[in-house]
């Protein structure tokens, strides 16, 4: 098989794997600081798919244009989930946060599919079918799109974490709970503006995979294994973890479809999920917890 | 005269010996309806097809009405696209007093169903399901008007090489691309033995099996691609259909033609997504004879019913399931299962919609009389193109360019 095809492949693969690193990051950084596991991620995902597609058919922005007010949906969904439903199940076990988040997960599939029924549901932009082409290399414009978009959506979030004073807050309550308390951070606002900040990810990974892929409102259980996939093997907690996970899973799937078989893409990326449980549990980037 | 209880006990039984052997019956009006339980994908990865196989039930009555067929009272089973579920509906449907079953689009989910009606003896009425062994279990209440894998093949093969005559246009090579689930599997394990006994002009150069869920197929593409074929040979489901060609135009490969052997490329959503880079394909399917009269009844009663959605296979063969069982009921002129059964057994319904001679089945319960079609995509509308005395319009090929649309 000529070279230039594991080139297009890979290409590809990073390209998407991007814009999953952005959905996975808002898992992480969700689980980093509130230490909750969010089971409806990819539910939440389909529903920012959703608000993209009506917003679209409204209004004929770009979904890259959309994807601003769109994160901005999800932060105040996110905010509201966490403040009024998470909040009272921080210190529950964790089987009543599971319990709890499953059915957050279901209530929105089953709206989702009352709302918009079950049919695969698409947009159509300018570029929707354009590619760009350098020698043998042939690369979907959409995604290079919604790839630079996740890329600058990461970044700003890298740099809120670092250089803001409600980002130093935030990390202040991942690193010590207790601490935060005493210092006098309102724990319980943070904690909600920071599930707000992971589900703006997501708002923003599904405005740009809008642009990439149509949507249906089962897909996203599909969306919620990947995204565990992707923070487990970059390390869960660790943003920088999840867009390497996002990046890796990218190309293994692109690359174990090409070289084996396509129908196998998945097992490729759990194989790979596998090795880095036995080798290096915390994940890629994550930290070991002591004890 | 004392009246103990082994008295009357003994004039009860004696009751029941008089009435049993007495000329005079009594007279039982036969059942004005049939209660039939309609197992479909509703909700699940299927929903779509579910869902659309459904809407058929809106105008079926009226049709039956007209052809002096009496009215069945449809009861809802939903298989969540899911095996376990359909078994278990079919089941519940038994349970609440279904006296026949007709469903259920997927061969897995039918296979299933197939096992508690036989177990029930409940007769099944399949709509839509293609995998072989369905019919071939010795199965006495099982029956199937939905042509098998190795029909479907054997008379895309046939129509194909009509295609091809007809057009002047063959291709040399075609990678095979098959979704990866029962169906697909199934058109697959027949593919290459069907295959043999035809003179086709291409060979195939790779098969490409993938996920029946799969978010992006750019990979599939790119590797058929690379292998220069002429052709694409696919059995597809909708969303995969429309992901594969939006990357055959991202990826700048226009086939000389798709050759599609199953579902989607055909489908009213396909069509309306892709606007006129939909068009071209043509689709091997089990379909409708339009020059039949009910078929031209069945079109004109859907699309008063439907006017933004065009007839297709799931229509036709969810109504010829349950025609199938209006028929049977007005035959058997009773609810009981096993009559049922043998007036199914029995069906010769002439006046019917899907290509050939009509419904009828064989000893193992399948109706291997049937014929499938060659329907080309033009113009946003699907046409049939072969074969010649069930078609209304000529092939074309090869496809246009997509960047020449």
Not at chain 1, 113 to 138: E, H, K
Not at chain 2, 91 to 102: D, F, N, P, S, Y
Not at chain 2, 269 to 279: E, F, M, P, R, V
Not at chain 2, 297 to 315: R, W
Request: hydrophobic residues 50%; contains cysteine; aromatic residues 8%.
């Amino acid at each position: 098989m000529p070279i230039e095809i594991y080139l297009n492949v890979a290409a590809s693969g990073l390209l998407t794997g991007l814009v999953y690193g952005l959905m996975a990051l808002g898992l992480s950084v969700i689980f980093g600081v509130v230490r909750v596991v969010n089971f409806a991620h990819g539910e939440m995902m389909t529903l920012a798919m959703y608000v993209t597609l009506v917003l679209f058919s409204a209004l004929k922005l770009d979904p890259l244009v959309l994807l601003v007010p769109i994160a901005a949906v999800l932060f105040v969904f996110g905010y509201l989930l966490q403040a009024g439903l998470i909040n009272p199940f921080i210190n529950r076990p964790e089987h009543s946060q599971f319990m709890l988040l499953v059915a957050i997960a279901l209530i929105l599939v089953n709206a989702q599919l009352i709302v918009f029924g079950p049919d695969a549901q698409g947009i159509r932009t300018s570029y929707s079918f354009d590619s760009f082409q350098a020698g043998p290399l042939i690369v979907d414009a959409s995604k290079v799109y919604a790839a630079l978009a996740a890329l600058v959506v990461a970044a700003a979030l890298f740099a809120f974490f670092r250089f803001s004073l409600l980002g130093k807050s935030i990390r202040a309550c991942a690193d010590n709970y207790h601490g935060a308390l005493v210092v006098g951070l309102n724990v319980k606002h943070l904690y909600a503006l920071t599930f707000g900040i992971g589900a703006a990810c997501v708002g923003a990974a599904g405005a740009m995979l809008m642009a990439v892929t149509d949507v249906t409102p089962t897909i996203g259980p599909a969306y919620t294994l990947l995204a565990f996939v992707i923070v487990i093997t970059g390390g869960l907690g660790s943003m920088a973890g999840a867009l390497l996970g996002g990046l890796l899973i990218g190309l293994t799937e692109a690359l174990g479809g090409v070289l084996f078989t396509p129908s196998a893409k998945s097992m490729f990326a759990f194989g790979l999920l596998v090795l880095v449980l036995l080798f290096r549990p915390q994940g890629i980037l994550g930290r070991k917890v002591a004890g | 005269m004392s009246f103990d209880r082994r008295k009357f006990n003994q004039a009860l039984a004696a009751a029941g010996a008089l009435s049993a052997i007495s000329p005079v019956g009594i007279v039982r009006a036969q059942p004005k309806t049939l209660k039939v339980g309609l197992l479909l994908p509703r909700s699940g990865i299927q929903a779509g097809i579910g869902q659309d196989c459904y809407r058929v039930v809106a105008i079926t009555n009226g049709l039956l009405a007209g052809l002096g067929l009496p009215a069945l009272e449809i009861m809802n089973g939903d298989t969540e696209s899911n095996v376990d579920v359909a078994r278990s509906r079919a089941e519940r449907l038994i349970g609440e007093g279904a006296q026949l079953l007709v469903g259920a689009f997927d061969s897995g989910q039918t296979t299933a169903i197939a096992q508690v009606a036989e177990q029930r003896g409940i007769p099944l009425v399949i709509n839509i399901a293609a995998a072989p062994p369905i019919t071939e279990q010795g199965y006495k209440f099982v029956f199937r008007n939905f042509p098998t894998a190795p029909m479907i093949l054997g008379d895309a093969f046939a129509n194909q090489l009509e295609v091809f005559a007809s057009t002047g246009v063959s291709p040399k090579s075609v990678v095979f691309m098959h979704v990866n689930d029962t169906f697909g599997q199934a058109m697959q394990k027949g593919f290459t033995g069907v295959m043999s006994k035809f003179t086709m002009p291409y060979k195939v150069v790779e098969t490409i099996a993938y996920d029946p869920a799969a978010r992006d197929l750019s990979v599939e593409v790119a590797k058929a691609k690379a292998t220069g074929a002429e052709a694409l040979v696919m059995v597809s489901r909708l969303n995969d259909a429309i992901l594969i060609t939006r990357e055959l135009v991202k990826q700048r490969w226009s086939p000389q033609a798709v050759l599609s052997m199953g579902p989607g490329w055909y489908e009213d959503q396909y069509l309306k997504t892709l606007g006129k880079l939909g068009d071209g394909p043509i689709s091997f399917v089990p379909w409708y004879d339009p020059n039949k009269k009910l078929a031209q009844q069945l079109e004109a009663a859907h699309h008063k019913a439907y006017p933004e959605i065009s007839l297709n296979t799931n229509h036709v063969y969810t109504f010829e399931a349950l025609l199938v069982a209006a028929d049977a009921f007005k035959r058997a002129g009773s609810t009981d299962p096993k009559a049922l059964a043998d007036a199914i057994r029995a069906t010769d319904i002439k006046n019917n919609v899907s290509p050939g001679p009509g419904i009828l089945f064989n000893a193992k319960g399948q109706n291997d009389k049937l014929k499938n079609s060659a329907i080309q995509n033009r113009r946003g509308k699907p046409v049939t193109v072969a074969p010649k005395d069930a078609a209304n319009a000529k092939p074309e090929l090869p496809m246009t360019p997509y960047d020449k649309r």
